[in-house]
Structures are given as structure tokens and as C-alpha cells.
């Protein structure tokens, strides 16, 4: 069996690796394959996320200083793949829409974008469901202030007394059905 | 490295470690205990849903068809429960193998239980919930049941005060909750315990004559086993316990890693480490009530709603409850889409937000918990990172489905419209079908009557390794249908009762 030279080898893998990089997210982030502009300009990046968030959770307050924090925060994974994540949302946006920017879209063409990932290559349908699930973490549980949870859904965050009747109901025997126990313990 | 001696060495500080560290120091044993997770009490916690608070004390196995949740701190899963303790029904310990042998070892049930869950009653101030204190969703799922003439029971809890804030899952900041460092553990230290926390124990390893010994006084008996320890912090120094006894109570998930780690050192140690684990099935429906109904409140009042019914125990093998979520635990957990809604994306956007604004008032989750059998194992990686599997059999999925449909039947006949549900992974990925999750696993180190079947005997103590002791949920051999922490702690006070025994060291009120 001929040995196969080192520099073919190499050449070989280049191209697997290349064509990895079309067919495969994680390997064109690794190969940073999207637009320098999105690692430089944080504003950018910002801009496209909040675009984002507010198709994915219509009515959030563009202006809350919060609503993309959980994309970009090192404490989650997703924080590295988030300039990627921009970087695509505008590319399939200016495909399908002739060119425009993503945070420039009405929101039912950011909806048709969000859905175009999510309807992708199994690597990038991950990226987008992570990226939409995390949206909804962070507006619905207001994780980044406890003071003020998320009023959308009634959710006061965390340090709220309640008096007695908003706990339970008045007559509560009303509810009633017959116990099979006597104690809470069944035998 | 540090050495230490001690007559006791207790891994873990939950429900099956609390009560062998209290018993045996009452009765004047050397005990260390060592937790892996940090030290925690009631001024710690806080009331948020910042993951990354939560993330400190509650940890995951994932897994194919079953993922379990877990804590690491000092008092275990005590801190974070919902503080719901129910004994298991008679007919749980009745329960068999494939082959009919019955799961739980000779003469132990219900009524042997009976008095040790007296005693962790006591300790953990255990009592119904008051008619007045049912939560708005305990209360409206009593209404569904009653609609169709099935029975619910007021559930019991470890509370004493509660403030019904709805943050029991983050911890207790009122200490209303009755968790092991309010009780058990300060008693054990009181007694003469040491307990020393961020300490993971990472080996076990039997000394030279740890199968000889006999004495039946615990301070005649060899020193039997080391046990190594690494600090989760600072210089991550080693410590080594040098111990007569070793009790392990670090949980299903803490104990099996423990003992699978140390197999080479610990060779007539049974196959079975890790295998067997029972899960509680649970099985979980959502609906948005009719207009018929009151509100219900899925934020304010304890986490668990207060009511429990027994109705289909005996004919299907489930409890049924319904459930209370703050925002966190469920868009974590599951996509949410309301049936009959053909718009998309169903799952985010517009329909997702009309669905969420119902979310708290009008959203109702009942949840079963079954006598599924003891299936799944657990592997451990170098790492220690656990990860679970559970083969999905055909009964399984059969229960899965004639389970959800009972459920779902129940909020269709009360005219309520279906919310279907999609579990999510780790990775925030929806689970491929028949998906289990829980905080109740059980079984990684069974109880059995011989090693052919089990890790440890009726006592708890492990098979061909005397003085080595498994007292936690992973000695529980079956799901129980019920919430799993007062049956863990009732039987880790019988098998510490017969440590005492067995030692012959006397009881406190005798001593």
C-alpha cells in the first residue's frame, strides 16, 4: 500500500475541512467564517440580538437594557457562538429579503429568518432553538433582576409578600372531594 | 495530606446521611460527616430565578429517556424540596421483578417502617397542610378531581410558618422549611459530629483485616476502611479519613459514583453499583382552565399546591398532584403550544406570548408519580459527570401513554384546552420521545436479601464489605408514588437504629 505523502495529506484535509465549513456550523465558527464586522463591532451584534429577542418574544421592551444580556453572558455557552449567531441571522436575512438587514426587517420577516435557522442543518437548528429558549428564559423568568420578574406574565420575581387571600381562596371547602385518608398518609 | 481517624465516617449530609450522623453521635461515636457541595443555610439563599444561583447547589444527570436532578450542598436536596413528605402506601413494598421476587428485602414495609417515619415526623415537624393554607392551585386541581368524582387528600409537609412565597425550590428564606441544617445536622454537631463541607470523597479503599473484627463494641473495631477526600476549592488539598465505619448518604447519583469509582479496591463489591435505579415515572400534562373555573396561581404559595390524590393508586399505580412552576423551571423544561392553535411558530412568538400571559392564573400542570420498575443505570465518567439510561421497553411506553392519556382525560372533561408539552434537554433540545425526569431517583445501590440481587442487605450494610454502610435514597429498591425524602430518612433512622444495635452503642434517651 502506497504511503500518501505528507503535503497531499495535508491538502486532503483542507479540503474536508472546507467543506466542512459550508455544510457545518460549528465548523465555521471555528474557522471564523462569517464577517470580521460582527466580532469588532459590539453594537452590531447588540442591534441584530435585540431584533431577535423581540420577534422571538413579541411586546419585550427593545430598550431593556437586559433583553440580550443572556446571549452574550460568558456564564452561558452561547456567549461564544453569539457574533456567529448575528452574523447568520444577517446573511439569511439579506438573502431572503434582498439584501436588508436583519434588525431592519418587519417582525414577521424576522419571524420567517428565526424559522429558516430553525428549519436548518441539525447543527444550526441547535444554535437557533438554544438561541430562542435562552430569550425566553431570560424574559419569563427575568433571571438578570429579581426586583422586577416579568410583568408581561404577571411574574413578580423573587421577595414579594403576599396577604392570605391571594395565597388561597375564600370557602376553600367548596373545592372539596372526599379524602381517602385521614391524615395525608395512605396505608 | 491530612490524616484523619475516626469510628465513623459519613459521606453526604441529605436525608439518608442526617440521621445515622445525629444517631451515632448521640450515642458517642467519633462521626465526621463530608459534603461535597458547599455550606448553605437560610441566609444564603435568595429568591431568584438566576440560574447561576441555582446552579451552585442543583446538579443534573442527563440521559437517554431519564434525566435527574440533584443538590450539592450541605443538608443535600433538604434545602431545595418542596418539603413534601408522605410515607410510601403499603402496597408499594410489595412490588416484584420480572421474575415475581418481591424488590424489597424480607420484612421490611410499611409497618416496619412505621415507627422510624414517626420519628422523622417529629424531626422535621411534619403535618397535614390546614384547609386555609391550600395554595389557589391545590385548590382548583381539587375542583377537577371533584368534577368527576375522584378523592383528593391535603398533603403533608416539613414547615413550620410558611410564608407561602413560592420560592421553596430556591431555599427557604424564612427557614420555615424544615431542612436538615435546621434540625438534624445542628443536633449531630451539638452531639459531637464534625461535619466539614466542599470535601468530596473520591475513594474507598478497605484496609488490611477490614473483613476480620467481629467485636461487637464500635470501639474495638479495626480501623476498616480509607476514604479520600478532595477539597472543591481552595488548594483542592487531599484528606484521608482512616475510619472503623463508613456510611454513605451522598444520594443515588453521589453514592453509586463513589462506589463505582472505587471497585478496584473494594472487590467483592456487587455488580449491581449503579444499576437498578427506580424513578418514580413521572409523568406530566398542561391545559389552560375554562372559564368556569377560579384562578389558579402558579407563583404565590408553597412550590408544591398542597393536594394529593390517591385514586388511581390501587388501580393504576399513580398518585396524581397538581403542579406549581415559577417561569424558570418551566420554559426550561418544555416547549409549550396550545392545541387547536395552527399558527406558527407555535412555540415562540405571538402564540407562545397570548399562551404565557395565561401562564400564571389560568394555566393548570398535574403531574403523576408511579410505581414504575427499578430500569435505569447509571454510568460515570472519569470525570464523574453521571449520565443516566433507561431502556425503553414496551411497558414503558404503555405506561407513558396510558398515563398521560388518565391525565390529559381528566383536564378534557373539565372542558380545559390541552397545552402540549415538548421536554427539553441540556442542550435546550427537545427530548426524543418518551422522556422521564425527577428528582426521586432511587435504587443505585439496592437493598436486597443476597448479593445476587443488591449492593447492600436489609441493614444497609454492603455486600462483602463489613463496616461499610449505604443508608441513602440509593439503598431504596422501587419507585414509591409518593415523594421519596421522608421514606429516606425514616429508613436511614432504622438502619442507623441498628448500627446502634449492632455496635453496641446505646441509644440518646438511654444513654
Same mark, same amino acid.
Given at each position: 500500500?502506497?504511503?500518501?505523502?505528507?503535503?497531499?495529506?495535508?491538502?486532503?484535509?483542507?479540503?474536508?475541512?472546507?467543506?466542512?465549513? =459550508?455544510?457545518?456550523?460549528?465548523?465555521?465558527?471555528?474557522?471564523?467564517?462569517?464577517?470580521? /464586522?460582527?466580532?469588532?463591532?459590539?453594537g452590531l451584534v447588540d442591534r441584530v440580538l435585540r431584533a431577535f429577542v423581540t420577534a422571538v418574544v413579541p411586546g419585550a421592551p427593545a430598550d431593556d437594557p437586559n433583553l440580550v444580556r443572556a446571549h452574550t453572558d460568558p456564564a452561558y455557552p452561547f456567549a461564544q457562538y453569539a457574533a456567529f449567531f448575528a452574523a447568520d441571522l444577517s446573511r439569511r436575512a439579506a438573502r431572503r429579503f434582498d439584501g436588508r438587514a436583519f434588525e431592519r426587517l418587519e417582525p414577521r420577516e424576522r419571524t420567517a429568518v428565526i424559522a429558516e435557522g430553525l428549519a436548518a442543518d441539525a447543527t444550526t437548528r441547535?444554535?437557533?432553538?438554544?438561541?430562542?429558549?435562552?430569550?425566553?428564559?431570560?424574559?419569563?423568568?427575568?433571571?438578570?433582576?429579581?426586583?422586577k420578574g416579568c410583568p408581561a406574565i404577571g411574574f413578580e420575581g423573587g421577595n414579594h409578600w403576599h396577604p392570605r387571600s391571594d395565597i388561597t381562596h375564600s370557602n376553600p371547602e367548596r373545592f372539596l372531594s372526599h379524602a381517602r385518608t385521614a391524615d395525608g398518609n395512605y396505608a | 495530606m491530612r490524616t484523619v481517624h475516626t469510628d465513623v465516617l459519613i459521606v453526604g449530609s441529605g436525608f439518608g446521611a442526617a440521621a445515622p450522623a445525629l444517631r451515632l453521635a448521640e450515642a458517642g461515636a467519633k462521626v465526621v460527616m463530608v459534603e461535597k457541595g458547599p455550606r448553605v443555610q437560610t441566609a444564603d439563599f435568595r429568591q431568584t430565578s438566576d440560574p447561576q444561583y441555582l446552579l451552585k447547589y442543583i446538579k443534573g444527570a442527563p440521559g437517554d429517556h431519564l434525566s435527574l436532578t440533584y443538590a450539592e450542598a450541605l443538608g443535600g436536596g433538604s434545602g431545595f424540596y418542596e418539603m413534601v413528605s408522605l410515607r410510601a402506601p403499603?402496597?408499594?413494598?410489595?412490588? #416484584?421483578?420480572?421474575?415475581?421476587?418481591?424488590?424489597?428485602?424480607?420484612?421490611?414495609?410499611?409497618?416496619?417502617?412505621?415507627?422510624?417515619?414517626? #420519628? $422523622?415526623?417529629?424531626?422535621?415537624? @411534619?403535618?397535614?397542610?390546614?384547609?386555609?393554607? =391550600?395554595?389557589?392551585?391545590?385548590? /382548583?386541581?381539587?375542583?377537577?378531581?371533584?368534577n368527576l368524582g375522584y378523592s383528593v387528600d391535603r398533603a403533608r409537609y416539613a414547615v413550620r410558618g410558611c410564608q407561602g412565597s413560592g420560592f421553596c425550590v430556591t431555599g427557604c428564606v424564612y427557614g420555615a422549611k424544615q431542612s436538615l441544617f435546621l434540625n438534624y445536622l445542628p443536633q449531630a454537631v451539638a452531639a459531637g459530629a464534625h461535619i466539614e463541607t466542599d470535601l468530596e470523597a473520591v475513594s474507598i479503599a478497605s484496609l488490611p483485616g477490614a473483613h476480620r473484627g467481629h467485636a461487637r463494641r464500635l470501639s474495638d473495631l479495626?480501623?476498616?476502611?480509607?476514604?479520600?477526600?478532595?477539597? *472543591?476549592?481552595?488548594?483542592?488539598?487531599?484528606?484521608?479519613?482512616?475510619?472503623?465505619?463508613v456510611v454513605l448518604g451522598g444520594g443515588t447519583v453521589g453514592s453509586a459514583r463513589l462506589l463505582g469509582r472505587s471497585r478496584a479496591k473494594l472487590p467483592l463489591l456487587s455488580e449491581h453499583v449503579g444499576r437498578n435505579i427506580a424513578y418514580n415515572g413521572s409523568v406530566k400534562v398542561a391545559g389552560l382552565l375554562p372559564d368556569s373555573f377560579p384562578d389558579a396561581d402558579m407563583f404565590t404559595g408553597r412550590s408544591h399546591p398542597g393536594m394529593i390524590s390517591y385514586e388511581f393508586l390501587e388501580s393504576h399505580g399513580i398518585t396524581v398532584h397538581g403542579v406549581k412552576a415559577l417561569p424558570l423551571m418551566l420554559v426550561s423544561a418544555a416547549r409549550l403550544r396550545l392545541e387547536g392553535d395552527g399558527r406558527e411558530p407555535a412555540w415562540w412568538g405571538e402564540p407562545n406570548v397570548e399562551l404565557m400571559r395565561q401562564m400564571r392564573r389560568r394555566m393548570i400542570v398535574l403531574a403523576a408519580f408511579g410505581l414504575t420498575p427499578p430500569g435505569a443505570t447509571?454510568? /460515570?465518567?472519569?470525570? *464523574?459527570?453521571?449520565?443516566?439510561?433507561?431502556?425503553?421497553?414496551?411497558?414503558?411506553?404503555?405506561?407513558?401513554?396510558?398515563?398521560?392519556?388518565?391525565?390529559?382525560?381528566?383536564? @378534557?372533561?373539565?372542558?380545559?384546552?390541552?397545552?402540549?408539552?415538548?421536554?427539553?434537554?441540556?442542550?435546550?433540545?427537545?427530548?426524543?420521545?418518551?422522556?422521564?425526569?425527577?428528582?426521586?431517583?432511587?435504587?443505585?445501590?439496592?437493598?436486597?436479601? $443476597?448479593?445476587?440481587?443488591?449492593?447492600?442487605?436489609?441493614? *444497609?450494610?454492603?455486600? *462483602?464489605?463489613?463496616?461499610?454502610? /449505604?443508608?441513602?435514597?440509593?439503598?431504596?429498591?422501587?419507585?414509591?408514588? #409518593?415523594?421519596?425524602?421522608?421514606?429516606?430518612?425514616a429508613n436511614a433512622e432504622r438502619i442507623a437504629a441498628g448500627m446502634l444495635d449492632r455496635y453496641d452503642l446505646r441509644p440518646a434517651a438511654a444513654a
Open positions: 500500500m502506497n504511503a500518501i505523502p505528507r503535503r497531499h495529506a495535508v491538502r486532503q484535509l483542507g479540503l474536508i475541512a472546507a467543506g466542512l465549513a =459550508v455544510a457545518c456550523t460549528p465548523m465555521r465558527v471555528l474557522v471564523s467564517a462569517y464577517p470580521q /464586522v460582527f466580532d469588532d463591532d459590539e441547535k444554535l437557533y432553538n438554544g438561541a430562542v429558549v435562552l430569550a425566553q428564559i431570560a424574559f419569563y423568568a427575568g433571571i438578570y433582576d429579581p426586583k | 403499603s402496597l408499594v413494598f410489595d412490588q #416484584v421483578d420480572a421474575q415475581g421476587r418481591r424488590l424489597w428485602p424480607r420484612g421490611l414495609d410499611r409497618r416496619a417502617l412505621d415507627p422510624y417515619y414517626d #420519628v $422523622a415526623e417529629r424531626m422535621l415537624h @411534619v403535618s397535614q397542610i390546614a384547609l386555609d393554607d =391550600v395554595p389557589k392551585t391545590g385548590l /382548583v386541581f381539587a375542583q377537577l378531581m371533584k479495626p480501623f476498616r476502611y480509607e476514604v479520600l477526600c478532595r477539597r *472543591g476549592t481552595g488548594e483542592r488539598d487531599v484528606v484521608r479519613f482512616i475510619a472503623r465505619v447509571l454510568d /460515570v465518567s472519569e470525570a *464523574g459527570d453521571g449520565r443516566v439510561s433507561l431502556p425503553l421497553s414496551s411497558d414503558l411506553e404503555r405506561y407513558h401513554g396510558e398515563t398521560k392519556g388518565l391525565l390529559e382525560s381528566i383536564l @378534557v372533561r373539565n372542558d380545559c384546552r390541552l397545552v402540549r408539552t415538548e421536554f427539553l434537554d441540556k442542550s435546550l433540545a427537545p427530548e426524543e420521545g418518551v422522556h422521564f425526569s425527577t428528582a426521586h431517583q432511587v435504587g443505585s445501590c439496592r437493598m436486597a436479601d $443476597a448479593q445476587a440481587a443488591g449492593v447492600v442487605d436489609v441493614n *444497609g450494610e454492603v455486600f *462483602g464489605c463489613p463496616g461499610l454502610y /449505604v443508608s441513602d435514597g440509593a439503598c431504596i429498591p422501587s419507585s414509591l408514588a #409518593v415523594n421519596t425524602s421522608l421514606t429516606i430518612l
